[in-house]
Nanobody, 125 residues
Framework: VQLQASGGGLVQAGGSLRLSCTAS????????LAWFRQAPGNEREFVAA????????AYADSVKGRFTISRDNAKNTVYLQMNSLKPEDTAVYFC???????????????????WGQGTLVTVSS
């Protein structure tokens, strides 16, 4: 599976962005999908994930109520809609996919086998 993330950019605090991650290579709907982020000087952290069949979205507490993960299996694409952005949301955002992810490991980066290249989101105050 190859993942290509896009949609990052510069936005003012309170604004919105939608990230996209398109996959190629294998059957998309078999995979759990997730977004992680890494701010300068920080470790990578979990943002959101959606486990397949049935859809079971999970969110980090820091983004709950502001971010929404969704997927379009027909387009092999997962989205991250980000609203009410804050300066602390500034980071490189990575999409990830995994075929063996279970509920207890959805928030762990090590559970995902495939990663996109990252897209930079900068939120100005």
């Amino acid at each position: 599976v190859q993942l290509q993330a896009s949609g990052g950019g510069l936005v003012q605090a309170g604004g919105s962005l939608r990230l996209s991650c398109t996959a190629s290579g294998r059957t998309f709907n078999r995979y759990a999908l997730a977004w992680f982020r890494q701010a300068p000087g920080n470790e990578r952290e979990f943002v959101a994930a959606d486990k397949r069949n049935p859809s079971r979205p999970a969110y980090a507490d820091s983004v709950k109520g502001r971010f929404t993960i969704s997927r379009d299996n027909a387009k092999n694409t997962v989205y991250l809609q980000m609203n009410s952005l804050k300066p602390e949301d500034t980071a490189v955002y990575f999409c990830a996919a995994g075929s063996t992810v279970i509920l207890s490991t959805m928030r762990e980066g090590s559970a995902y086998s495939y990663w996109g290249q990252g897209t930079l989101v900068t939120v100005s105050s």
